[in-house]
């Protein structure tokens, strides 16, 4: 099993900052990727930004130059720090890993987070 634990939602006002994490636990072997997803009311699923085990990253262009995604991969830990929120950032952020559970032979699995509610609001 493996277990994803996000931490730091909450609420920011226009134009703050928020940090997000999330880390992993379990039998995991590796995490090729991590990433996060934000669902706001009413609206689909989307992607915000992902990272892989070698730092590459793709990031939406709404959050593009205001969100950066880290990890940490001792930790099995992936970060997004957000600045300059905005109203429209309001939404549950989830965690997404693609996790390897296994060497031989090699499986993986992907795994999300519970959410984490972030609130933009004066």
């Known amino acids: 099993q493996v277990h994803l634990a996000e931490s730091g939602g909450g609420l920011a006002q226009p134009g703050g900052s928020l940090r997000v994490s999330c880390a992993a636990s379990?039998?995991?072997?590796?995490?090729?990727?991590m990433g996060w997803y934000r669902q706001a009311p009413g609206k689909e699923r989307e992607l915000v930004a992902t990272?892989?085990?070698?730092?590459?990253?793709n990031t939406a262009d709404s959050v593009k130059g205001r969100f950066t995604i880290s990890r940490d991969n001792a930790k099995n830990t992936v970060y997004l720090q957000m600045n300059s929120l905005k109203a429209e950032d309001t939404a549950v952020y989830y965690c997404?890993?693609?996790?390897?559970?296994?060497?031989?032979?090699?499986?993986?699995?992907?795994?999300w987070g519970q959410g984490t509610l972030v609130t933009v609001s004066s």
């Open positions: 997404n890993a693609n996790v390897q559970i296994s060497a031989f032979p090699v499986r993986y699995r992907e795994v």
């Open positions: 379990g039998s995991i072997f590796s995490i090729p990727a």
């Open positions: 990272i892989t085990s070698s730092g590459l990253t």
